[in-house]
């Protein structure tokens, strides 16, 4: 459990000798988002897991006040945020993914610094929202602070807005996620402070920027997800030179459990073929 220099909040588990791999969370959401039993899929595939709060959540640093809108920064900084958290964590370079907003910082992780980032995973994002969000934005206001009992039910409800159909809703795993983040650290002022930081940052189509991309890059999207369409999914792997594309049908804006070792496979294939390319260059080096 550590904070890094730019005031992140993380924690490392898993084998110490495993590929280190950095997981990002979207919009709101805390590092113990991530379910238990993904984790355990991917450390059992021999990943060091790099969780981590992005600022205005968590444990990590706040950028304004509970009336503050804009916190004067842009999904970049928050790319600059997981670089600051791997050189505090004295890792030179990781596998990254990330997901919903996430994966938006993921993107530009890899675009700013290709060189700290051996394979990418993109879980239902998108390089244009407005193209490929299925309802329009809504105006962005502060939310008012709610009782306790009201901002976890809230939380839940957002939730089942992005449930799989094909698949089971883990009820009280939302329960259970969303009275932990509450008591963990209720901020509903973060909220706005990244939503603001998205539009300032990918308003407009960034899709034509993936094609520079040269790492392993694996995208996921479920085919019933409710707010970005899978066609952006697709667009992103055209765009993606070698990337690999998984495309569900039944899956919403989440990782269902059934899914867990599918995703943790593909991820580490992605990561596997990024280390045997590394070999491979050192092989040649040395010839």
């Not at 709101?28 to 988002?33: K, S, V």
């Not at 600051?84 to 919903?100: C, E, F, I, P």
């Not at 909220?191 to 790492?215: N, P």
Request: hydrophobic fraction near 40%.
């Amino acid at each position: 459990m550590s904070i890094s220099d730019s005031g992140n909040y993380y924690e490392i588990s898993g084998p110490a000798d495993g590929l280190p791999l950095v997981l990002i969370e979207g919009l709101q959401m805390q590092l113990i988002g991530w379910h238990p039993n993904f984790c355990t899929e991917l450390t059992r595939r021999n990943f060091r897991l790099i969780r981590m709060d992005n600022r205005d959540v968590g444990l990590s640093r706040m950028y304004g006040g509970p009336e503050d809108i804009d916190g004067g920064y842009s999904i970049d900084d928050m790319a600059d945020d997981v670089i600051s958290v791997l050189d505090h964590a004295r890792v030179v370079t990781s596998h990254v993914v990330g997901q919903s907003m996430g994966g938006m910082i993921a993107q530009r992780v890899a675009l700013r610094y290709a060189d700290r980032v051996d394979s990418l995973g993109l879980i239902y994002t998108t390089s244009n929202i407005d193209k490929y969000r299925r309802s329009p934005m809504s105006p962005i206001v502060v939310p008012e602070r709610q009782s306790r009992a009201h901002a976890i039910e809230n939380a839940v409800r957002r939730e089942r807005v992005s449930m799989s159909p094909g698949f089971t809703f883990d009820e009280a795993w939302a329960w259970e996620v969303a009275a932990r983040s509450f008591d963990r650290a209720y901020a509903p002022d973060g909220f706005v402070r990244q939503a603001t930081a998205i539009r300032a940052t990918f308003t407009g189509d960034r899709t034509a920027s993936l094609s520079t991309l040269q790492m392993p890059i694996a995208i996921f999207h479920g085919r019933d997800d409710p707010y970005f369409h899978s066609d952006s999914a697709i667009a992103m792997a055209l765009a993606c030179p070698g990337s690999t594309l998984h495309l569900y049908a039944g899956m919403g804006h989440e990782i269902p459990g059934a899914l867990y070792p599918e995703f943790a496979g593909a991820i580490a294939d992605c990561a596997q073929s990024a280390v045997r390319r590394k070999e491979a260059q050192l092989d040649a080096n040395r010839s």
